[in-house]
């Protein structure tokens, strides 16, 4: 493919904006499937990952390419959430170009901003979509002003702020530039009934990939995959040079260390597929097979001419977790790897792909510090491994903290919660609580949007209070900020533990009696173990209680004899909410099964009873 006919674009926006939907709608409308191929009645089909499909985010950055009128379209999926911004990151300096969504009711959100300032430091030529102009509380007018200040605030040339604006309803796969007002307040695309529109913008306005086909190679090694045939792929933009199949390369390791090998096979990417190449050139990107242990970051190049390319800078991660062997009288009973090597040996592979994601070993025991870019970026990872049938322990989690000229300092984060009016309150106490700096407030069309700065630390755990509270109605997003001192940490408010005083089976007898004491998050017929905390206290003070001891049986008739046990229904927490849960002395036992929630030192918990 000539150079000036290949466009790489990334399609950026806050989650839930739209973005894998357009994907969808270009592969459609540029046949890349056939008529009868099973994607044609497909919904968000770069969205593969089943924890992806289950949840409706993109966690994964995927790659996938069109064709449009003689020209080859390299399309970058990204995913929207703060807590994968890492993915972003090392994608997006494979694009020369990027598509912004942003919703037309929700409008600028944190991760709008943050995907946008990375595109422009990395010089990208944008194009804006405001999607989902049909939603009736859309409020079309007002996101083009945000819009607008947003690129006056981010952009570092006045070049950034010549770009073109166009309406998309993504999800039937109609972009265009004019647009009717209806009675019922919603847009209506007059000018386009398909991506035409959008696709000759595209064309016009993304530049062709720089670089020179002439000059010594250089690819960055942008994204890994594994394949059980070719072992592990390579997938990275030729800034320069070209490259063939079968030819010596060279891999310029981050220490700098350079080691030679093969190009065992070349690809590029066509629609979902990859399609085996002989050459390939600057301008492309390409996925090829045969380099030992290559490492996101690293540098192919010409043996003979051996120069790297700038490392890939990656945004700190904020959040961090202990994670250990269990140890709990139940160990090893319900997964199929539970060793200290087992589990190592996952994490290390986890680290080749994962690049916001830190593995640190624990001096005093066999565990490490899972570090992260938040509770869900971690949470992914917890639940892909429980999938893949691991057992392990974790401890609560925490902010990083760090230390510059003896000053501890602490990550905060910039904060959008949008609630309905009437929860207004609520939020502003909550938020006063966890010592949050409120920047801003406003009314939107289906509440009210709040902005806040505060501390990572006081932050965790309010995106479950907020869906508790709200009943699902509230949204927050939060990207993070910067590294500040250290300040006043919130009150923690769960509620002490009732703990389990005996190995057994849960009674509704002893349920019955135990609930009046708090919630519990055990059913009647589990096997629970001394130690376990099997609900929480409506006081902060730990309590025992023996919820195995059933009625003593005699051949007395008591007044009681035929009252029912009524019981309200146990609380499952799930794992993000689990994650909240954990008490400084406690652990939470995850197995493909069961999430159990533990005392760290059972016999320290038990002594006073």
């Given amino acids: 493919m000539n150079q000036k006919n290949i466009r790489n674009i990334a399609i950026i926006a806050h989650v839930d904006h739209g973005k894998t939907t357009l994907v969808d709608a270009m592969l459609k409308q540029t046949q890349t499937f056939d ?28 790659n996938t390419a069109v064709n449009w009128n003689g020209y080859k379209i390299n399309i970058l999926d990204t995913p929207g959430h703060a807590d994968f911004s890492g993915e ?9 170009g990027c598509i912004l969504l942003i919703d037309a009711a929700e409008g600028v959100l944190s991760q709008t901003k943050f995907v946008l300032s990375l595109a422009l430091k990395l010089k990208l030529t944008p194009i804006v979509i405001i999607n989902k102009v049909d939603r009736k509380d859309q409020r079309v007018k007002e996101v083009e002003q945000e819009v607008m200040d947003l690129f006056l605030d981010l952009a570092d040339d006045e070049n950034q702020l010549d770009f073109p604006i ?6 039937i796969g109609i972009v265009g ?41 250089q690819i960055q090694v942008n994204s890994l995959d594994w394949d059980n045939h070719l072992g592990k792929i390579v997938i990275g933009k030729i800034f320069n040079g070209s490259i063939k199949a079968g030819e010596k390369i060279c891999l310029i390791k981050a220490s700098g260390e350079k080691v030679m090998a093969n190009v065992d096979y070349l690809f590029i990417h066509e629609g979902l597929n990859r399609k085996s190449v002989n050459k390939a050139a600057a301008g492309e990107i390409i996925a090829l097979a045969g380099l030992p242990d290559p490492q996101i970051g690293e540098t192919i190049t010409n043996p003979e001419h051996p120069e790297a390319l700038p490392q890939l800078e990656i945004s700190e991660p904020t959040v961090k977790i202990q994670l250990s062997v269990n140890t709990s009288p139940f160990a090893g009973q319900e997964a199929q790897f539970s060793t200290s090597r087992q589990l190592k040996d996952r994490l290390k592979k986890e680290l080749e792909t994962n690049v916001g994601l830190k593995v640190i070993p624990n001096q005093e025991n066999d565990g490490v510090t899972l ?72 009314q939107v069309k289906h509440g009210s949007r709040f902005e806040y700065e505060i501390a990572t630390a006081n932050l965790i755990g309010y995106r479950q209070e907020l869906l508790t509270t709200s009943s699902g109605e509230g949204v927050i997003h939060s990207t993070f900020l910067e590294f500040r001192s250290q300040g006043p940490q919130a009150e923690w408010h769960r509620g002490g533990a009732i703990i389990a005083q005996q190995l057994g089976q849960t009674t509704a007898y002893a349920l019955n009696k135990t609930q009046q004491r708090g919630k ?12 376990q905390v099997v609900g929480f206290n409506k006081r902060s ?31 499952k927490p799930s794992l993000e909410q689990f994650l909240t849960l954990i008490a400084a002395d406690e652990m939470l036992e995850v197995t ?18």
Avoid: C
Avoid at 88 to 96: F, G, H, P, S, T
Avoid at 166 to 171: E, N, Q, S, W
Avoid at 179 to 199: A, C, G, P, T, V
């Fill in 520 to 531: 519990m998050i055990v059913d009647p017929g589990e096997q629970v173990y001394a130690g």
């Fill in 371 to 442: 570090i992260g870019r938040g509770e869900l970026h971690l949470a992914i990872l917890i639940e892909t491994m429980r999938r893949e049938s691991y057992e392990f322990s974790l401890s609560r989690t925490e902010a990083v903290l760090k230390e510059d000229n003896g000053q501890i300092l602490e990550p905060w984060e910039y904060v959008i919660i949008e609630v309905p009016k009437k929860m207004t309150g609520d939020v502003t106490a909550a938020m006063s609580k966890r010592r949050a700096v409120l920047i801003n407030i406003k």
């Fill in 35 to 62: 008529a009868h191929q099973k994607e044609m009645s497909q919904s968000t089909i770069l969205d593969s990952n089943e924890l992806e499909r289950e949840k409706g985010v993109t966690i994964l950055a995927k």
């Fill in 88 to 96: 972003v990151e090392r994608v997006l300096n494979m694009a020369d």
């Fill in 166 to 171: 166009l309406y998309a309803k993504g999800i």
């Fill in 177 to 217: 530039f004019e647009i009717n007002l209806e009675s019922d307040q919603s847009y209506y695309i007059k000018d386009s009934d398909n991506l035409q529109s959008f696709f000759k913008t595209l064309i016009e306005t993304i530049p062709a990939p720089k670089g020179n086909p002439d000059a010594p190679l």
């Fill in 541 to 571: 003070e730990d309590m025992v209680m023996n919820v195995a001891k059933g009625k003593k049986l005699t051949n007395m008739r008591a007044a009681s004899a035929d009252t029912m046990v009524v019981l309200a229904p146990a609380w």
């Fill in 592 to 609: 493909p099964k069961s999430l159990r929630l533990r005392k760290k030192n059972i016999a320290s918990s038990l002594k006073n009873y």
